[in-house]
């Protein structure tokens, strides 16, 4: 088991950046695969991208491809979400997500809530125009 837990949100200017940490306790990072993903008020959680356990491959949601990035380093237990370029419509909560996703190998099965097990309470980020 993990607990994943998140750090890093804050507020930030139009056009500004932001680094979103994912420290996990427990089982090490190594065994899961990671995503982030993010609520808006009154709506469903959605997904913004996921890496794959070796850090080999990643996937990001359309509107955030080009400005966000996905990294991991499974010595440290780490992942982190690096936000450039931000814009007020990414203003949410930031999740991470820890899974197995054994035989996953596409951004169909990678972008998918339910494929995670092990989720974070939220981090938010507000995007001022």
């Not at 996937?59 to 990294?71: A, D, H, L, N």
């Not at 995670?116 to 507000?126: A, C």
């Amino acid at each position: 088991q993990v607990q994943p837990v998140e750090s890093g949100g804050g507020t930030v200017q139009a056009g500004g950046s932001l680094k979103l940490s994912c420290a996990a306790s427990g089982r090490t990072l190594s065994s899961y695969a990671m995503g982030w993903f993010r609520q808006f008020p009154g709506e469903e959680r959605e997904f913004v991208g996921a890496i794959s356990r070796s850090g080999g491959n990643a996937f990001y949601e359309e509107s955030v491809k080009g400005r966000f990035t996905i990294s991991r380093d499974n010595a440290k237990n780490m992942v982190w979400l690096q936000m450039n370029s931000l814009k007020p419509e990414d203003t949410a909560v930031y999740s991470c997500a820890a899974g197995s996703l054994n035989y996953c190998l596409t951004y169909a099965c990678y972008a998918r809530s339910s494929a995670y097990d092990y989720w974070g309470q939220g981090t938010q980020v507000t995007v001022s125009s």
